[in-house]
């Protein structure tokens, strides 16, 4: 006799699984998360197709494309989150991101991560793991890691994680049919599951367990995450989740949380968010190290010793004093300045090509036309000679010890050593990166103090741009100049820069009100720069930079030409410091007077002065390095005393930026700030260069 | 440009050319051209494009050598 099988019976009313009865649209969510440019969009794309609507999440300007597709025998509606980089929100597309995951109640979470950057988006992994929520992982970008040399073991990764992982090349396609079954398999789900997928479960410091567990026990479930998620945010200070549990959780309850967390914090030296983001970080670095295998060049022992010295706020200093000493003052100062442009400046332009081109061209042209190619401000004699003899063997060298110190790995180890003293002037070690590359050129780090967290830190760091950092050239031509006087007035000039960004930015820090934000970045190795790569990048530094100079300078000399001709006798003559250039110097002798620079009543005793203070001025402002290029051009022919020299590279590196970081910085912080900047400059540079020409004349330290 | 892999000087980060320049806010006082630099899609620090002279020139050796793939 043989046994049918029973077939089973329907349950009365019972609700179809695709059902969705939290979700307000009756269908099921798929959210894909992950940090920026992992492949997310694409991935979204491959498993919607082409109905996507793209619309503005609600009460923000950030756009959340929203798709459907089939998952486990349902339509499903997928979202293509905002990028976060964990759950903690910092940016408003994080908020935004976060808020879908709490709102929505999502029934599968497709985090995507980079592979070959696993090791840092591994922790947002866990965090999702934490808060409960059903997660699948997509290893993107998998070709592009294997490149690279990594290898991973995906189905160990899987086990460790306890949840579905897949290896994708969004791009390609590769791994997306195996990723969309284990979709179809995570989201063939029961509406009366529990909805928690296991996962890994992280253990931290017994005093932060304690505190989980007062607090969910004091507060229960107030968001749509796990309590312990719920409980560790409130630890590392989240905002919009106490406020969520104001509004749910009784006065007494959340004063004795705010208590905990208080408490907690003071037994430890470092901010809570901080130890929990570093055991978390600990916790995938364990797993990535039972699963992944990196290139052999990432495996090597760093020079673990060495970095902390580099670091060290006090062992770290005596080493940027070494690279001051050799990597600018010997190299691009003495070497550079002295040597390189001695021989191009004075030997090839001075001795050479521009005689040659002025017997040349003063042969075939008239005085009026000459003098615009081979006069006082001729496009041979003056653009071109100072921006190939004099800003790009500067130039030059300043990019070659750039490039060194990153391809090291000393400048972020820089950035970490700057961090604490950054603190004190309430910004934090990301303030680094817009400040460093100031030294490159301060307009496009203008633009770069968007990736600060707050506005306070935005509007300090536009400040400090526009008052002490010198860009590139300046900086180069500068330091040369001052090497050659030598080393007391570079270490003059270092200490009044020093002291005027540390005290602008102390004073700014008070007066602007807020909480400075934390900075962490994951080192690269330290390693011996390799010659290959310096080389390029040097090249491709001073490429760009080369054609974007040239033209401006030769522009300058057009105008300083155009500005120097006047009427004498009914005709057009070219008249060095007369005509409008020459109403304009007038105007600004009162400025070169106080700081000791050249007047046009000084031009009358001494002709060979090509440049008033004033010129400088306004050269300086039209194109920072044409300005410093013009002091550097009447250094070199010993018309400026070693005070002069001193006070005016002190006053124009303070001085006004150059017009188009003034315009970027109009932009980004408004004209009402820019303006207020532009004078809060102009007075401190000013005032700062007069006081050192006062005390440098009264004490001698600089001869007379 | 498109394959070219970076890895970011100040915090290590992996990227693409095209990532590092679609995360990079495109100054429009430079000219449809651009500053020719990447942006770190992580923590935002610049470092110059890859330049196409040293890659040609690289590419041009590879083939002389007999080295290209």
Known sequence: MTTLPRLPLPKAKEPCHCAEPERASGHPLLAIVGCPNVGKSVIFNRLTGAYVTVSNYPGTTVEVSRGKTKLGGCEVEVVDTPGMYALLPITEEEAVARRLLLEEHPRQVLHVVDAKNLQRMLPMTLQLLEAGLPVTLALNMLDESEALGFQFDVAELGRELGIPVRGTAGATGRGMTELRDALDAACRWDIGAPREAGGLCITYDARIEQAIGTITALIGRPAAIAERATALLLLQGDVEIEALVTERVSPVALEQVREIVAETAAQFAQPLNIVITLRRQAAANDIIARTMQAPVEQQRPKLEWLSRILMHPLAGLPVVALVLYFGIYKFVGMFGAGTLVGLLEENLFGGIINPWLTRLIEGWLSPLWSNLFVGDYGIFTLGITYAVAIVLPIVGLFFLVFSIMEDSGYLPRLAMLIDRIFKKIGLNGRAVIPLVLGFGCDTMATMTTRVLETRRERIIVTLLLALAIPCSAQSGVFLGMLSQVGPTALGIYFGVIVLIFLTVGLLAAKVLPGQQAQFYIELPPLRLPRLNNVLVKTYTRLEWYFIEVLPLFILASVLLWLGSLTLQGGQLAFVPHGGLFGLIERALDPLAALIGLPTTADVVNNPALKFTGGTILLSGFFRRDFGAAGLADLFADGLLSPVQVVVSAVTFTLFLPCIAQFLVMKKERGLRTALGMAAFVLVISFGAGALLRVVLLATGWMGR | ?69
Do not use: Q, W
Not at chain 2, 34 to 42: E, Q, S, Y
Not at chain 2, 43 to 67: F, Q, S
């Open chain 2, 1 to 69: 440009m498109k394959d070219t892999r970076i890895t970011c000087a100040m915090c290590n980060h992996h990227f693409t050319a095209e990532e590092g320049a679609k995360s990079c806010g495109n100054c429009a006082l430079l000219g449809a051209g651009g500053c020719h630099k990447v942006r770190c899609p992580r923590c935002g620090y610049e470092m110059p494009a890859p330049a196409r002279l040293p890659a040609a020139i690289a590419e041009l050796v590879a083939k002389l050598t007999g080295k290209a793939s």
